[in-house]
């Protein structure tokens, strides 16, 4: 049986549940009553969290944010960014199938303490077509991490597996009305020059409520493989970044009886540091492009994507 966000009771006990592992963390912490200090942190460090573009949603993010702010010792870092998009983005063909002018406004967070990372952003979505596909749409996603190596105190791994991490996700559209749950593990690689690569494995959970309540039909379960970077380039006193994501989302079946396709999802982002170039301000501004490249769109077979998109990044 398929749940739902409007079930009785069930956000409250998610709430209640990871508040609680939350909480212990911290009541752990405190009790060992060390006043040790963390290392300092790089500022050409990276923190954040993958993301899984769903039926409904049109862009999605990596946490690929600069940890260049140090916090208290339980709040190692935060970053935030607002992002703006333009592109001429594919519809799929259940929707008309036309690609059009998309602007996409982006909220994005990232912190990492000290047992794991919080990676949060929030997309308003509006294109050139009155298709109810990306018409002033909101879609959201929001991956918290916990550190079995930062729990443990201790690494967890070997070779080129630095971290072992239990991650959570839940991912949602308002046009589509859907929501996913993605529980799972990530790996986390130290390889020269990347400021991070993971690698992570989820469930891909429906928790929709389907056509019964007025969204897109309601689908079973898969799974989820993502892989998200960061690789810092400096070229002279030019600062450049290549990072983003790719995913692979197995196939499945809606509530129709259709076959909703497998898909993969790359979405590269190339990055170019303005605001050291022009006022010596770095890690501030910076503009450049996504790539995004979608063959079977959305589970649909008969849309294939390949678009560039503008970018314009502004780090609070």
Not at 92 to 121: C, D, K, M
Not at 216 to 226: G, K, L, T, V, W
Request: charged share 20%.
């Amino acid at each position: 049986m398929t749940r739902t966000l409007n079930e009785p009771g069930l956000l409250p006990r998610l709430a209640v549940s990871f508040g609680l592992v939350m909480g212990s963390l911290l009541l752990a912490d405190m009790a060992r009553g060390q006043e040790q200090r963390l290392p300092p942190v790089d500022e050409h460090e990276y923190s954040g969290a993958d993301s899984a573009e769903v039926d409904g949603a049109e862009s999605a993010h990596h946490g690929l944010c600069w940890a260049s702010k140090p916090m208290t010792e339980f709040v190692r870092f935060s970053n935030t960014e607002v992002q703006f998009q333009y592109g001429y983005l594919a519809a799929p063909s259940f929707v008309g199938g036309q690609s059009t002018a998309t602007r996409i406004l982006t909220f994005q967070h990232a912190s990492n303490w000290r047992y794991g990372e919080n990676f949060l952003f929030i997309d308003v979505l509006d294109d050139s077509l009155a298709d109810r596909f990306n018409d002033d749409d909101v879609y959201l996603e929001w991956y918290p991490a916990l550190s079995l190596g930062r729990i443990l105190d201790r690494r967890i791994g070997c070779g080129l597996i630095s971290d072992v991490a239990l991650i959570g996700g839940i991912n949602y559209g308002a046009d589509a009305n859907f929501v996913k749950w993605l529980p799972g593990i990530r790996w986390a690689w130290s390889l020269p020059g990347f400021a991070f690569l993971n690698t992570d494995f989820t469930a891909y959970l429906d928790a929709s409520g389907g056509l019964q309540s007025g969204g897109a039909p309601a689908e079973s379960d898969s799974f989820m493989i993502d892989v998200s970077w960061a690789y810092p380039i400096t070229l002279g006193t030019q600062a450049f970044s290549v990072e983003g994501h790719a995913e692979f989302i197995g196939r499945r079946q809606n509530e129709l009886g259709n076959d909703v396709s497998w898909w993969v999802l790359a979405q590269p982002q190339f990055r170019y540091d303005l605001g050291k170039a022009l006022w010596g301000t770095p890690q501030k501004l910076f503009v450049g492009v996504e790539w995004q490249v979608w063959p079977n769109k959305l589970g649909d077979r008969a849309t294939e994507e390949n678009a560039v998109q503008a970018l314009a990044v502004l780090r609070l």
